[in-house]
């Protein structure tokens, strides 16, 4: 449930979050008459990424039930999910300060060029990108959640993204965008971190990978991972009962990597030194 409450609420926000930079530009520029084709882009967008979603969830669910062409499907969702997830982390963290402008400066070029289906062109990728992401992750973890559970957090997460983005558009709540998605990156770092477990989990179980038999622990009597406080942590961090060495291995290089990579400091800019004067 957590794990789909955080992608939907840092995808959601970044979703509402270009709305609302549409939104708040074209009502500065007096052109609320646009407003249905942002409105109407993001739609669209939201319908064809929830096709998408509900097609890979079919065909994992039901046209491989049993076989082992279901788990070599389910591990390629999870190695999609965590590369996409972890590119679009540390993308966001390079591009928080400029992403305003730099959809304001997309919006400003259609309005500029009179073409209203342009504007709706440019609701439509940037919010369809976030919400194609969403459904992948999602699809992903539906693979090791129960639906209840799925359900709960993505609407938690929405209910948090329209929140937010209401506050910013109609309220004039600034928020931190940096620091915002700072912590909801580690987060989600951490989920992709427990996808990329399970995904070496099913290529041991399918013997892609060795040391399946080489398990560190079993505490499948104190917390099984298929219910309960243990279901919950294999679908947030990739929790297993009997874990094997490579999955823990793997676990923690790519998490300490990734956490060390996305929260140090920026390197400072270099000065551009004035051209001297002859």
């Known amino acids: 449930m957590l794990g789909s409450y955080l992608i939907f609420a840092r995808e959601g926000i970044e979703g509402t979050l270009i709305c609302a930079i549409l939104l708040t530009f074209l009502a500065a520029s007096?052109?609320?008459?646009?407003?249905?084709?942002?409105?109407?882009g993001a739609a669209v967008a939201v319908a064809v990424s929830t096709v998408v979603g509900v097609t890979l969830w079919i065909v994992g669910r039901d046209a491989f039930v049993g076989s082992h062409a279901q788990s070599w499907f389910e591990t390629a969702v999870f190695g999609v999910a965590v590369a996409v997830l972890t590119y679009m982390t540390f993308w966001m963290r390079r591009h928080?300060?400029?992403l305003?402008?730099?959809?304001?400066?997309?919006?400003?070029?259609?309005?500029?060029?009179?073409?209203?289906?342009?504007?709706?062109a440019?609701?439509?990728?940037?919010?369809?990108?976030e919400a194609v992401e969403t459904v992948l992750f999602l699809v992903a973890i539906a693979y090791q959640s129960s639906p209840l559970q799925l359900a709960i957090g993505a609407a938690l997460g929405?209910?948090?993204?329209?929140?937010?983005?209401?506050?910013?558009?109609?309220?004039?709540v600034r928020v931190n965008l940096g620091r915002f998605f700072s912590v909801l990156g580690s987060l989600l770092l951490v989920v992709a971190a427990g996808l990329l477990a399970n995904a070496v989990h099913n290529l041991q179980a399918l013997g892609a990978l060795p040391g399946a038999s080489f398990t560190l622990?079993?505490?499948?009597?104190?917390?099984?991972?298929?219910?309960?406080l243990g279901d919950v942590l294999h679908g947030l961090v990739g929790y297993?009962?009997?874990?094997?060495?490579?999955?823990?291995?793997?676990?923690?290089?790519?998490?300490?990597?990734g956490l060390w990579l996305f929260l140090r400091p920026a390197p400072p800019r270099r000065a551009v030194p004035a051209p001297s004067v002859s």
């Open 240 to 257: 297993s009962a009997a874990p094997t060495l490579l999955q823990v291995v793997v676990w923690a290089v790519f998490l300490g990597g």
């Open 158 to 172: 929405l209910a948090t993204a329209l929140a937010v983005g209401f506050a910013m558009y109609r309220v004039g």
């Open 96 to 98: 928080a300060r400029t």
């Open 217 to 228: 622990w079993n505490a499948g009597a104190v917390m099984p991972d298929d219910r309960g």
């Open 122 to 129: 440019v609701a439509f990728v940037t919010v369809g990108r």
């Open 100 to 120: 305003s402008s730099e959809i304001r400066g997309k919006a400003a070029a259609a309005v500029a060029g009179g073409s209203a289906v342009a504007l709706g």
């Open 30 to 40: 007096g052109r609320r008459d646009l407003f249905r084709w942002v409105l109407g």
